[in-house]
Nanobody
Framework: QVQLVESGGGLVHPGGSLTLSCAAS????????MAWYRQAPGKQRELVAI???????NYADSVKGRFTISRDNTKNTVYLQMSSLKPEATAVYYC?????????????????WGQGTQVTVSS
């Protein structure tokens, strides 16, 4: 099955930095987009950053200038570099991949989600 393996979450003080990574299993190809979402307690899941197949990136206004999303297409991996972290960044961060599973017979990309990794920004 398709797997998205996330890592890099943890506890960090305000102003600190973390880098999240998400490695998609090799049975996913024709990846249209890779992204990071987050969901804070009591809030809806929101898009943090996304990188599409053209290399174009987009960010939530709240993280522009502080977060950077990047892709390594040879490794089916997406990263999220986070700096100047604020307490409001505390959330479960979810990796998202839109792509096609090998041997599925599908001609259209599907949505895949990681398990989520906790990021806590606290003094």
């Amino acid at each position: 099955q398709v797997q998205l393996v996330e890592s890099g979450g943890g506890l960090v003080h305000p102003g600190g930095s973390l880098t999240l990574s998400c490695a998609a299993s090799r049975n996913i190809f024709s990846i249209v987009a890779m992204a990071w979402y987050r969901q804070a307690p009591g809030k809806q899941r929101e898009l943090v950053a996304i990188a599409n197949e053209r290399g174009t990136t987009n960010y939530a206004d709240s993280v522009k200038g502080r977060f950077t999303i990047s892709r390594d297409n040879t490794k089916n991996t997406v990263y999220l570099q986070m700096s100047s972290l604020k307490p409001e960044a505390t959330a479960v961060y979810y990796c998202y991949v839109k792509g096609i599973e090998c041997y599925s017979g599908s001609y259209n990309p599907d949505d895949y989600w990681g398990q989520g990794t906790q990021v806590t920004v606290s003094s």
